[in-house]
């Protein structure tokens, strides 16, 4: 699959973003890939085909990863076709969308 340079820059701003809100949990960027290595954490990939993130039909406007009640989540936030956002909580470990809100 060959992925247009915005969007390939795009999921790169979105990994860093990931990154470091990862390290402001006490997490760095290294435990973070080492997650995604034994299969804990889920690739980035997989959690915006997950919400729905679709370079024809929606954008990607924010992406985070905390932790919460002990768990690793990624909020992300799209701008639908429809100009509506959507920010749903995503279970990093399985990409299973925990929570959806349209605005």
Known sequence: ?????????????????????????GLGPEDALRGVDRGQIRPL??????????????????????????RLVYTVTVLSENGRYRVLKLDAA?????TEETK
Not at 7 to 24: P, R, V
Not at 94 to 98: C, D, E, G, N, P
């Open 1 to 25: 699959m060959i992925i247009p340079t915005p969007f390939a820059a795009a999921l790169l701003c979105c990994s860093l973003a990931s990154a470091t809100a990862a390290h402001a949990d």
């Open 45 to 70: 990939g997989q959690i915006l085909a997950a919400a729905g993130v679709d370079e024809q039909r929606s954008r990607l406007v924010e992406i985070s990863l905390v932790t919460e009640r002990s």
């Open 94 to 98: 399985t990409a299973k969308i925990l």
